[in-house]
């Protein structure tokens, strides 16, 4: 138990480690590959389970539609708020729109992060804790691995790492009731797409 307890801990920290210090440093083109393959051989390497195939996939693909669309809903929504619409016109968006919402997006963070935290990570975290505590170690090294993100867009660190952190407990919640990696990709997903496209629509109205 201890040996497990020390590989789920080791591997925590070198997720949030890369995060912090290796990956911000690769070329922003290669960067999504990178990730995306390294989560893929982290998978492999602890075998965890992804469930997508059918018909856990059908089940991941329903949870994950339920959550995403009032997720949808809200950014929609939270658009016509003042205070929010000025947050998207000044936050410094990626060059290159088009990559960034159908290549960084969805493979440089979700897939990478699901597989690595919640797949990889959960795997083993929960074996080593348990269910509840397997969760705990996951989320909390999700939310410390965007300190760079927070420090680089100018975002408050503690506030980034909390909301983060729920996150990664919310999404891993949704892989637990689904069995399925798509369940939380999905919802993953319309956070960051909506966000993304709702502030590149802002700041094109501002244009």
């Not at 070198?14 to 982290?42: D, E, F, K, N, T």
Request: some cysteine; aromatic content about 6%.
């Amino acid at each position: 138990m201890h040996a497990k307890r020390f590989r789920a801990i080791l591997l925590a920290a070198a997720l949030v480690g890369w995060s912090g210090i290796v990956g911000p440093r690769l070329p922003p083109r290669i960067q999504p590959l990178v990730h995306a393959v390294l989560a893929a051989c982290l998978v492999a390497s602890v075998r965890a389970p992804l469930g997508l195939r059918p018909p856990r996939l059908w089940a991941g693909v329903r949870v994950g539609l339920t959550v995403a669309a009032p997720v949808l809903a809200g950014v929609a929504a939270s658009t016509a708020s003042t205070p929010v619409r000025s947050a998207m016109s000044d936050r410094a968006l990626p060059a290159g729109a088009l990559h960034w919402l159908l290549v960084r997006i969805p493979f440089g963070t979700v897939w990478s992060e699901e597989a690595a935290y919640r797949a990889a990570l959960g795997t083993v975290a929960g074996a080593a804790f348990g269910p509840t505590g397997g969760r705990l170690l996951q989320s909390a090294a999700f939310g410390l691995s965007h300190i760079a993100d927070a420090r680089s867009a100018g975002e408050p660190v503690l506030g980034t790492i909390v909301v983060t952190g729920v996150a990664g407990w919310l999404f891993a919640l949704v892989l637990a009731r689904s069995g399925s990696l798509a369940a939380p990709m999905l919802a993953h997903l319309a956070v960051n797409e909506a966000g993304a496209v709702a502030a590149i629509a802002v700041q094109h109205r501002k244009g």
